[in-house]
């Protein structure tokens, strides 16, 4: 159980377009699910928490306005990078909590990587 | 704010015990979680410690000091498939989990 499914896995776009990543819990209910970004050999940063039917909370640093987040259901979260550049190209990664499990257990996607020309 | 500092690469050979440290500093602090991550992969939940001393979970253990603010993983008995970079994580009082700077485990024959 607790499974988390993210797609695409991999994602090549010219500069200035929009890529839109979804996530879903397919077996529970995630109120909460977490957005990650990760560079080559380097820590997961938090980027958002993403809440169900309302507004995500951003981390200090990220642009809201560039990183889209809605979470209009209660398996479904999706980061839309808007207008991407170069310096965006990166590993995605959501995660989530599943229902009776502890609250340090996150359940990860399997992430997206985003490559702009 | 958060930091949670790890070496960046350990080598170890097959059949080998490796421990990977974890020092960290933070505002609130509810446990020491540890992920594994294959590369290009998701991580994976491997062990969580709320209170001091050992948990163990079959070749992995992992331990804390919460006066110290440390704590280390515990590898025993080396596969291949260990090769994986391993991170410890914190959450405090907010509902986030923060990752540490990750350690690179390379298994060697």
């Known amino acids: 159980g607790a499974v988390v499914s993210q797609h695409p896995s991999r994602v090549i776009c010219k500069s200035g377009t929009s890529v839109k990543i979804e996530c879903r819990s397919l077996?529970?209910?995630?109120?909460?699910m977490f957005w990650y970004r990760q560079f080559p050999k380097q820590s997961l940063m938090l980027m958002a928490t993403s809440n169900e039917g309302s507004k995500a909370t951003y981390e200090q640093g990220v642009e809201k306005d560039k990183f889209l987040i809605n979470h209009a259901s209660l398996t479904l979260s999706t980061l839309t990078v808007t207008s991407a550049h170069p310096e965006d190209s990166s590993f995605y990664i959501c995660?989530?909590?599943?229902?009776?499990?502890?609250?340090?257990?996150?359940?990860f996607g399997s992430g997206t990587q985003l490559s702009v020309l | 704010g958060q930091s949670l500092e790890q070496p960046s690469e350990v080598t170890a050979v097959e059949g080998a015990i490796v421990q990977i440290n974890c020092t960290y500093q933070?505002?609130?602090?509810?446990?020491l979680s540890w992920y594994q991550q294959h590369d290009g992969g998701a991580p994976t939940f491997l062990s969580y410690?709320?209170?001091?001393g050992l948990e163990e979970t079959g070749r992995f253990s992992s331990f804390l000091s919460r006066s110290d603010s440390y704590g280390y993983l515990l590898l025993q008995e080396l596969q291949m498939k260990d090769s994986a970079s391993y991170f410890c994580?914190?959450?405090?009082?907010?509902?986030?989990?923060?990752f540490g700077t990750g350690t690179l485990l390379a298994v060697q024959p």
């Open positions: 995660s989530a909590r599943a229902p009776g499990q502890r609250r340090e257990k996150l359940f």
């Open positions: 994580a914190v959450g405090g009082a907010t509902n986030k989990l923060i």
């Open positions: 933070t505002s609130g602090f509810y446990g």
């Open positions: 410690n709320a209170l001091d």
């Open positions: 077996d529970f209910q995630a109120t909460t």
